[in-house]
C-alpha cells in the first residue's frame, strides 16, 4: 500500500431484528443503504422473527439489489434474539443496531466510527427522536421528548455529548461483547439497558452524542403506550433482581405516584385528609399540565391537549409494571436471567 493512501474504514455490521414491520422496514432499510459510508465496508443483517406480513418480500427484494444486504431466521422472534443471531453471523470490527421501525441520517454510520475511534467508548449512540401520525401519535412523540414524560432517559432529550447509562440504538465495539457477553434474552424491553449496564461494568464507556439521532415511529394508540410503558416498568424490577445497581432514585417517582393514588383515593372518598388529598391531586396535574404545554409547542391544539393525559398514562403504566414486577420477585416467580451468550474472537476476512 502506499504510504500515503489512507487506511480502509473499519468494516461495520448492521443488525436490524424485525418482526412484521411491513409499515417502516422499507423506510429504515433505505436509510441504511444510503449512509455516506463506503459500500464495501458494511454489511446488513435483518433477523427475521418469521413475520406474517410483507417484510421477508421487502427485505429480499433489497437483498437482491443489494449484495451487502441479507436475510436471517429468527425462530425465537424475540428483539435481542435477532440481534444476538445477527451478531454472532456477522464479521464487523463494530456492530451497529438498527430498528426496523426507524431511520439514521445519512452521517450515522461514519460519525459513529469517527466517535468510537476517538474517545475508546465500547457503546455510542444518539438522541431518539420519536415522530408520529395523527394527533395522539404526534402526542405521544412530543410527550417521550420531555423530561417529565421519560424521567432519566437523557438519550430522548439531552443536547450535550455525555456518558450515560443507555444509548438508542447503539453502535459498539465487537471487543465489547467478547468482554461482557451478548444480550441476555431474559430481560425484554429491557436488554440495551441491562448490556450497558454489565459494559459499564467492567469498565467501559456508554456515550451519548446529539448528532447523530434516530428517527423512530412510537405507538399510535393510548392502549398501546399503556402496554409499552408497563413492559417497561416490569422488566426493570427483573433486571434490579440480578443487577441492585440499575435502580436510580427517579426510577421510583412513577412507582411512588402509583402506591400514592388508592390511599389518595381513600382520602378523598371517606372525608380523612380530603383536602390534603385533593391538593396533592391537583398539583400532579398541574405539573402535567405545564409539563405538556412546553413540550407541545409549536404543535396544533388537538396535539397539545392530549400531552397532560399521556403523561399520566406514561407515569402510572410504568409504576404499576414495576409493582407487578416487584410482587413477582415477593413471590419468588422465575423471570429468567442468567448467563447471557457468549461471543467468539473473530477477525474480518
Not at 461495520?12 to 464495501?40: F, G, K, M, W
Not at 424491553?189 to 459494559?199: G, M, Q, S, T, V
Not at 440499575?246 to 378523598?268: K, N, T, W
Amino acid at each position: 500500500m502506499d504510504r500515503h493512501e489512507p487506511a480502509p474504514l473499519p468494516f461495520v455490521s448492521v443488525v436490524i431484528p424485525v418482526y412484521n414491520e411491513e409499515r417502516y422496514i422499507a423506510a429504515s432499510l433505505n436509510s441504511v443503504l444510503e449512509q455516506d459510508y463506503p459500500r464495501d465496508r458494511y454489511e446488513v443483517i435483518i433477523a427475521d422473527g418469521g413475520s406474517t406480513d410483507r417484510t421477508r418480500a421487502i427485505v429480499e427484494a433489497k437483498a437482491a439489489v443489494h449484495h451487502n444486504v441479507r436475510l436471517i431466521d429468527n425462530p425465537r422472534r424475540t428483539q435481542a434474539s435477532g440481534l444476538n443471531l445477527g451478531i454472532l453471523a456477522s464479521r464487523g470490527e463494530f456492530i451497529a443496531r438498527q430498528d426496523g421501525h426507524a431511520e439514521w441520517s445519512p452521517r450515522h454510520l461514519r460519525r459513529s466510527i469517527e466517535l468510537l475511534m476517538a474517545t475508546g467508548a465500547d457503546n455510542v449512540g444518539g438522541r431518539a427522536d420519536g415522530a408520529g401520525t395523527g394527533a395522539t401519535g404526534r402526542a405521544i412523540a412530543r410527550a417521550m421528548r420531555s423530561p417529565f414524560g421519560v424521567g432519566g432517559a437523557r438519550f430522548r432529550y439531552s443536547t450535550k455529548v455525555e456518558d450515560t447509562a443507555t444509548v438508542f440504538p447503539g453502535t459498539f465495539r465487537r471487543t465489547a461483547f467478547e468482554r461482557v457477553g451478548l444480550f441476555d434474552e431474559a430481560y425484554p424491553p429491557h436488554e440495551d439497558y441491562e448490556l450497558n449496564h454489565r459494559i459499564r461494568e467492567s469498565g467501559g464507556r456508554v456515550l451519548f452524542s446529539p448528532d447523530i439521532p434516530t428517527r423512530y415511529h412510537v405507538r399510535e394508540s393510548i392502549p398501546a403506550l399503556a402496554r409499552q410503558y408497563f413492559r417497561y416498568g416490569r422488566a426493570k424490577v427483573r433486571v434490579a433482581r440480578a443487577s441492585p445497581g440499575v435502580i436510580r432514585p427517579y426510577h421510583l417517582a412513577a412507582p411512588s405516584l402509583v402506591a400514592a393514588a388508592p390511599m389518595l383515593a381513600l382520602c378523598v372518598a371517606t372525608g380523612r385528609g380530603r383536602r390534603a388529598a385533593v391538593g396533592l391531586g391537583a398539583v400532579y396535574a398541574a405539573a402535567c399540565v405545564v409539563a405538556g404545554v412546553r413540550a407541545g409547542a409549536g404543535e396544533p391544539f388537538a396535539v397539545r391537549l392530549r400531552i397532560p393525559g399521556i403523561f399520566v398514562v406514561m407515569h402510572t403504566a410504568w409504576g404499576a409494571g414495576f409493582w407487578v414486577g416487584v410482587g413477582e420477585a415477593a413471590l419468588r416467580i422465575d423471570t429468567g436471567g442468567g448467563v447471557p451468550p457468549a461471543i467468539d474472537r473473530r477477525t474480518e476476512t
